[in-house]
């Protein structure tokens, strides 16, 4: 199938929301975009989405491959108490998936995108050099926040209090029933919907944001055991926390004998794209319970030195070591 680069990026700009207006001045048909914004912060992050790193065309939808790309690249605008606005897409494909399948990513995409709020300002596409090459997709996206804000991972002291948000190890469950192949996907849907089509906790982050709660937050991306200690690294402090107190995934009984243990996809499992943050012991108080439809729950307290360690129920505590992913470790 021959297919000619204006009609490519024709097809994405109808598919997905990309119209110019509000800070978008000009978008897709020109040389490049501009920007007009406010007296506003801009906080921007770029992400890459490849085939065998990130997904795999023959497990992975291309509908969950457009949604999932736009969204854990948002994660990291949302992780800074910001609202995302706009976006960038680069796209490199093989000349076989530029038919159904890139319609299909693009209509997950658009999903995110509108649940986001997301407007598409342009990128850029290319052929994949070899026949049945890879499918890699880059991601740059641009939100805003109020002037003056400032959140990121440094700003933790000692005696802060620590706090996640959701359930741990939701989409790390998902992955490894996907992994271990011959799993019933009707079957087990809603455990496999947590990694094909993450949520964010975005109306809180800007709420933590605006009343200056957190201070130092970032999205466990990672694992919470990997993203705990990048937090404490940042700030040249220790943490604590307390196993029972970790907001687990409830794996199902007929699934335990398979040697899923929900502590320890709470603390390795990436790809959850909850928050990770502090907040000074004077202002605890006002973190909720529940906001809207996500849980927040407290599971330690920041402390002197370094390293991060987990109490059992027993009180027994021990040195938690990261184990979440890594694109350069042994797999």
């Not at 990513?105 to 986001?116: D, K, P, T, Y």
């Not at 996206?141 to 990121?152: K, N, P, Q, S, W």
């Not at 040249?236 to 040697?259: E, F, K, M, N, T």
């Amino acid at each position: 199938m021959r297919i000619f680069e204006d009609e490519l990026i024709e097809r994405i700009r109808r598919r997905i929301p990309s119209s110019a207006g509000g800070v978008l001045h000009l978008g897709i048909g020109h040389d490049a975009a501009v920007i007009r914004p406010e007296r506003r912060d801009w906080v921007v992050t770029c992400d890459q989405f490849l085939e065998g790193v990130h997904f795999l065309a023959d497990k992975h939808s291309p509908e969950s491959v457009g949604y999932k790309s736009l969204v854990r690249a948002t994660s990291d605008v949302v992780a800074m108490a910001a609202q995302p606005r706009l976006f960038l897409l680069s796209l490199v494909l093989p000349a076989e998936r530029t038919g159904a399948w890139l319609n299909r990513m693009l209509f997950g995409m658009a999903r995110a995108s509108r649940l986001l709020n997301l407007r598409l300002a342009g990128g850029d596409t290319t052929r994949s050099p070899e026949k049945n090459g890879r499918i890699g997709l880059n991601l740059m996206v641009l939100g805003e926040t109020v002037r003056g804000v400032r959140m990121g991972r440094a700003g933790a002291k000692p005696g802060d209090e620590i706090y996640v948000t959701g359930a741990l190890g939701r989409a790390q469950l998902g992955l490894e029933l996907l992994s271990r192949g011959g799993t019933d996907q009707q079957k087990y849907r809603k455990l496999l919907a947590p990694h094909y089509y993450p949520t964010l906790p975005l109306d809180f982050a800007l709420w933590l944001g605006r009343n200056r709660l957190a201070s130092a937050m970032m999205d466990i991306s990672d694992g919470l055991s990997t993203d705990l200690a990048r937090l404490c690294k940042s700030n040249g402090v220790g943490a604590r926390i307390y196993a029972d107190q970790i907001p687990a995934v409830v794996v199902p009984g007929s699934l335990r004998s398979r040697a899923f243990d929900p502590l320890t996809l709470a603390l390795h499992g990436g790809e959850d794209y909850g928050l990770l943050f502090t907040v000074a012991r004077r202002k605890a108080s006002r973190i909720p319970r529940v906001f809207s439809r996500t849980r927040i729950s407290h599971i330690g307290e920041i402390v002197r030195g370094s390293g991060v360690s987990i109490v059992t129920a027993s009180g027994d505590s021990s040195p938690l070591t990261p184990g979440g992913w890594d694109p350069f470790g042994k797999r």
